[in-house]
Every structure is written in structure tokens, then in C-alpha cells.
């Protein structure tokens, strides 16, 4: 058994990870974890699990997170492992051997390595680091001791790639002390110590280029985000750069004589600190400058500044410009982007994968996410990484006028390589190859922006080992991963910090912060796509009185929206209808109708509904609109669709010849209620066999190609408890689209989920199905209309809202066509009087039930009648009735098909039997009610159960196991 904190807090045995549960509940086995072998204050363990001041519930949630870890170390073995969680007075303590928490065998190798020597210290050094498997602490709450221990284990972390950096030094190999620091630096590029250690290394592994270039752009960084010039250790760093001069040239393979421009050697070079150092013939190439062919490489002369700048004065040398005798530096490529924010963990994917050997990633997303920014944006920070020069290209592989001419791109890319265009091959073939062999024994980054397919980009791909090339697409290009292992980046949207600093960019902070929430609208509004947050932002530039707030509202007309997001040919619309046009035409199809439903995720029934289509066929169009970046895949088997293409299609679906050319978009909402509603009769009757069917489907209801199947009440529970949403959406979209037979019936249907939740929320919802079925002319005033209240009513006695429970089920019997329908509405009548203290009513109301449901041979509604007189019973103080009461129900129960009544009528029984004295059988009685209501999620028949054992007993373990439920509910666990 092993502890985790170096990345996702867990417990790893030998069968594998266990499942911890909720945050907070890893975030207490992190408390614990952090101070091993110690106890840790219930005090201390509230500031780990919520991020403010506790709840005054918090022991009691502590506790049951403490006892359900417990139980979960105890069963996986963990006494043997040496390991124990203890409780004290007023703390808890995680007793385990040392060596088995990830964080302190970090530590502990991280000390041995500072006494030995540089060599071992890099293979403990190593081995320390490769412990680490994410950001520490993951997964937790953000209470502020776990951020305080999570910050001082990454700053351990930091230390340790600093160590392993200056092993690396010490024993001369800068190049891999480079590596390590360039990764790092990419999180945290402000760190002057971090840059100060890697212009060092670059200097010493020869490429001294890159290093003054790190030296520049950090300097710009620190004035540009905190105003601040380099700190000493930085200042220094780059005065031993500038004045030891380059060092000795390394040994390099001989490379073969290559093309070269007719005006290359006319090219004067700058030399690579001082803009205005004299050309000489054989000095080192600048960034993006092919070396010379016409001798051997020499190395250049040390220039020596006039003044050396102070610490605390900026150096005033401009960053190396490169030559473009050769071919393209940065001018090669478009202009960095302006107000480029965030992106660090792609940014920082960049730049651990290209330290591979010729790596081909591919950065891929949305149309209007910004991966042209993004590639465009690393490469300009990135073109000294690559002196041989750059080279990049359009594709235009989603443009309006078809892709560019590959062959044209390729003779391009020969030209700037040097070849005469009279020299450049007849033959795409030929020409390929030269292409190839004169990238070779270079190192050249490649950008290839907007790539259509993967045939496009083969060819393309430059020949040599210390290449580059970054792809841009709105395809996965899986062709390229299978046959170049080429390495995915995906960028997805901005989130609320990104996006506002964004907008900060266009209009300046002090216009973003005077309007916060409108900021975090617009993002929303815009969602979170850079391109139509830049078109925003260009819009409110240009008006510079119209408020944040006042754009917000602008944009939430959706007929505007995608207007106001355009600006000439640019924005949503123009992206989204270039991805469209290369999309099938029953791929198409399969978006419109993904844009009718209701919102939220989607799954495989669902879409199949939605274009009225197999099974099969769904998959595959919602394969290649994944592939498209047109939905999302999640990893769950569900889909979603983003806002923007859902407003897109839903604006141009309708002029499109696609959206009827077929199943479509019309029909498809219908479809979608008709396959929920088949879905739900499944669903009750795999959780409740024994019930009868509540109301029957309207005429021609569609029958679905697929749906899904369920074997057992868990199952089909757990169906409705994860489909709520969707079907509370799809409820109102039905009423919107008048299908109101539809939209009742589909409110009602939910009902096994609602007899076991029923604090929660339901009432709106069917107060809309109410509606629905009083315009229903086949229910209003009838049988429908009768269940729709008997049902809301009976929830409203549940939320202690009397007065309109009574409204509802005094007129609910006198609608009901069906003896089981009144039955109901006047067994929950009665339950209401009792409620109100009106007891001969209540008394009245449920033995008329009783005998309907008798007449009718309705075992359910006879049992539920059975169990309410039998609660009247107890209240009343006449126990033996109630005793007969409840074992005349239990007779008409089957356990394993009606679970939550048998569960009740159990707790009714034990509670009479105490009442009669008779307390071992009650004990017993209560203790199978407990049980079986916490095995099937029945949390409010068991907290019932507990709280009798706990008062009846004294014994302490029922308030612990009543104190765990509590956490368990708080979490939001989810409930059978």
C-alpha cells in the first residue's frame, strides 16, 4: 500500500488504485498525509477541506470522511501494510511507514543527493523527480493549508530540477542541464535563478544566440509584468555571456555543400549582440540563418560592448535580428500575435515535445480557437532554437477557395532553401526529395497552418533528425499520428482568467476591472473562442462609451450574435461555415439535428434519435464531427455540442437545403422526447416492477432504432439520477414546441426517482407538467391531470408547503377515470390531513383508498395505504394497531422489487415494537431497516433507522454511521 500525494491524491495497492470518493475526502487523507504519524486537529483538518470558514456541521463531516477511510485502508489490507488511521480527543492521525507517502521519499532522496557526488546526485536526482505525476495535492479542495503544503512541495519540486541542472553542469553535459531548465522555465518563466541557469547552460553547450535571446526576453517580460529590471544572479548570468564570447565550436557531423541564394553572400550579418558589429565571412549564423557554404565554420570574434549594463539598468541591445540571406528568420512568419494570454500548458506541451527528435506535432481545435495564434506565438519565442532558419505556409486547407497547391508550397519552401527556381525538379516526386535532403543535416522549424488532410501535410515534412514541424488543423489528422507519430496538442477554450486578460490586451485593465461580471458574460456570451472575443473587444474599442455590460446584452439576442461576433470575413460565422463546407452531407445532417437537443451531454441514443438513424450510423457521423472539432467527445461515451456551433446551426439550418435533404433537424426534438419517454417506461419498470403503469404512451409515438436496457433497479436509478437535467430540459423544450401530451407525461414519468429524493427541487417541474396536461385535451380534467397533482401534491406535503398540497389533491380524486388513479390521490390526501392534524380525515381518506385499491387487486396502493394508517397508528399512541398494520403490508411487499416501502414498513415495525416494550425485536427490526436502506442508497429511511437504533441503544456506532451518511449526502453522493 502506497500514498500519493506528488499528483492525484490516492491510495495505490497491489490490485491497483482505490477509489477515494469526493474532494473533500481526498483532501482529508492529504491533511493526514502531510503530517504522518502525527495527529492532526479536527481544527486543522476543517482549513483542508473547505476554502472558508467551516459549516458547524464540519466534526460531523470529518467524522463520517474518517470513517469511510477508514474502512476503505482496513478492507484493502492496510493493518498489514503497517498502516492505521487513530482516532484521538479531538484529532486523527494516519499512522504508516514513511517510505510509503510518495512526498517523503521525494524528500529524502532529494537530501541524499546534496552529499554525494554529482554523478550519483543525478541518479537520485532523477529518481526523485520521476515521483512526481501532476501538480501536488490534486484533487483536492482549495482550503488553505493544502494550498500553503501544495505550493511548498512545488517549490521543493523547482528546487530539485535546479540541483539536477547544476549536476548536469558540474559534469559538463550543458545541453541536457539546458533541457531541463527549458522545461521548467515554461511554467515559470519569471524565476530569475531558473533563466539565469539556463543562459548559462545554453553558453556553455555553444549556443550562445539562444542565450542572449533568453536574456531579452526575459527582460521584457519582468518590465512588462511586474516593472522590474533583472535581478543581480540574472545580470550577471548574461554579462559572463557577453564577456567570455562564444566558446569553442563543437564537434558536428560535415554537412553537404548547400544551395545558396544569389544575393546570400551580399547579406551583411549581425553579429550576435551588437546590431552594428562589422559582417565577417565566417561568423556564426544568427537565428534563422543558414550557416555559409563556401568554407568551414569559424567562430566569431568576441564582442565587447561599450558599457556593461548595470543591475539595476536594463540592457539597451536589441534582441539578434535574423539574416535572411539564406531564408526566412521570424520574418518568415506572420506577425506574432498582439495580446496573445494564456495557453501555458500547451505552450509548454510545445516545448517539451520538440526537444524529441524531429517531432511533427499537431495543434488541433475549433474553428476561432486560436492555434494559429498559438503555433505562430511559440515560434516566434522559439526561432533561436533553430539557427538553420524557418519556414512557413498557409495550406488554406478550410478555406473558401479549396486548399493551397501543395507542389506551389513545396517549389516555395526549395526557393527560400537557395534552389534556383530553373534547378527546382519537374516532379513533385523529385522535388520532395530535394526538399528532404537539404533539411537533412539542418535544424529548421517547419509551420504548416491550416492543414486540410493529412495527404496534404506528408510531403511537406522536412528530412532531417533536428527538425521541427508544427501542424495547425480543425481535423485530429489521425493519418499523421499513425504513419509519423505525430503528437496531438489540443486547445480548447479559454477559461474566465484567460479570456479577461484577453479582452485587458485590447481595452487596457482599467476598462476590464471596473466591469468584472460583465467581462466573465462576454467570455461566456463569446464562448470562450479567442477569435470572437478579439472581434468583441475591436468593437468596444472602437466605441469606447459603450459599457462592458451593454456589449453583454447586445450579444444575448442569439439572431445578432454571430452578426455582432463578425468583422468583415472574420469571426465565428465565416470559421464555422469554412469547417461546414468540408463536412458530408449526412454528416451535416447529423449536426442540425444535434443542434435540437436541449442542451447538456449527449449520448449515442440520444443523437441516434436526434437524426432518426441506427445505432451505427450515429457513431459514425459523430466520429468524423469529433474529428472535425464540430462536437466534443467526452471520455465517458457522451458528446457535446459548444454553444457558438449550436447557435451557428440553428441560425443556418434553416436556409440550408442539407437541414431538409433528409432525417435533418425537423422531427428531431420530437424524436428525441418519444425515445425518453419509451426510456423511462423501462426505467420504472426495472426499478419498480411491481408498479403499475402510471399513464400510457400518446398515438404514434416513435419507436427508436436504440435506447437504453436495464437489468436492475440500481441501474435504471442511477439512469434517471444522471439524465436528470436532460430531462427536465427536454420537458421545457417540448412545452416551447407545444407537444404538450409529450411534456406531462415525461414530468410523471420521473417519479420512482422523486419517492426517493423528495426534498429535492421537483416541484417546478411538474407545476410545467401540470400545465401541460390542463392543454392537453385528452387529460385536462381527467385521468392525466389526476396523477400530475396526486403527485405534486404529494411532494409538496414532503416540503411542508400544506396549503398547496391540499389544493392540489382535494381536487385531484373527483378528476381520476382509473380506481388505481384515485386510489393514489386519495391515499396521499389522507396523508396530507394527517399532516394538517386532522386525523378522522386523514383516517377516512386513506381506508377509501384502501378499499379501491382492493377492488382493483392494486398490491401497491394497498400497501401504501396499509403503511400510512399504520404511521396514524404510531402518532396516535396505539401501537398494536399499527404493528397489525404494517405486518398485513409486509405481506403484500416483495423485498427485492420494492425496496424503499419494504425498507419503511421494517422501520415502522421496529418503531412499534418499542413502543410495545418489546426493544430486542425492535433492535432487530431497525438494524435490517438500517442495513438494507444504506445498501441501496435509501438515505433518508436510513437516517430514520439510525437515529431510532442511536437513541434506543446509546451506542456509539450508530451516530458515527449516521454522522458518515450525513457526509455522504453533503457531497452530494450519489442516492439510489
Known sequence: MEFKLLGTVGIVTESGRLTLGPPKRCSLLAALLLLPNRPVPVSALGKALWEGEPPVRARSVVQGHVSHLRGLIEGSGGIGHGVELVTHTGAYELRTPADRVDSVRFKELVRQARSRPD??????LHRALALWQGPALTGTTAGPLLLDAARALEEERVGAVERLADAYGTLGQYERAAAELDAEIAAYPLRESLVAALILALHRSGRRAQAVERFHYTRRLLADELGVCPGPRLTHAFEEVLRDGPPAPRHTRPSPARPQSPDASSCPAAGPSSPGAS?????????GELPSSSGPETPAEPVTPARLPSPAEPPT?????????????????PRSPGGFTGRAAQLARLDALTAEDAPVCLVTGPAGVGKTALAVHWAHHNAGRFPDGLLFADLAGFGAHGPADGEAVLHGFLRRLGVAPEDIPDSAEAAGALYRELTADRRVLVVLDDAGSSAHVRPLLPGGADCVTLVTSRDRLGGLIVSEAARPVPVGILDDGESAALLVSVLGSRRVAAEPAAARRLAGLCGGLPLALRVVAARLAYQPDTSLDGMAAQLLDDDRRLALLSVDDRGPRAA???SLRHVAPQDRRMLYALASHPGGRI?????????GTTEDAALGALDTLAGAHLVVEERDGHWSLHDMIRLYVRTTAPRSEDAVAGPGAQGALRRLVDLLLRTCLAATEAAEPSSQVCCALPPETWLPFTRPEFTSRPQALHWYAEQRELLARTVAAARAGGLHAQAWRLGILQWPLMILRPRDEWCPLLADALDSAQRDPHAAGGDGESRVRALLGWLLIEQDRLPEALRHLEAAPAMAVDPVSEATARINLGMAYARAGEVRRAQAA?????????????????????????????????????????????TLTRAEEEVAGWVWLRLQCGQALWQLGRTAEALAELEESAGRAEAHGLHESAGHALELLSRITGAQEYAERRAALAARVEEGVPRA
Open 603 to 611: 449520448d449515442v441514443h440520444a443523437a441516434a434519435a436526434l437524426a
Open 279 to 287: 559582417p565577417s565571412p565566417g561568423a556564426s549564423p544568427s537565428p
Open 119 to 124: 554523478a550519483e546526485a543525478v541518479q537520485l
Open 576 to 578: 464555422l461555415g469554412a
Open 317 to 333: 541591445c536589441a534582441p539578434p535580428a535574423p539574416r535572411t540571406g539564406a531564408f526566412g528568420g521570424r520574418g518568415s512568419l
Open 846 to 890: 386513506c381506508l377509501r383508498g384502501l378499499a379501491l385499491a382492493v377492488r382493483c387487486g392494486h398490491l401497491p396502493s394497498q400497501r401504501l395505504a396499509l403503511q400510512h394508517l399504520a404511521r396514524m397508528a404510531l402518532d396516535s399512541g396505539r401501537p398494536e394497531q399499527a404493528l397489525a398494520r404494517v405486518r398485513q403490508a409486509l
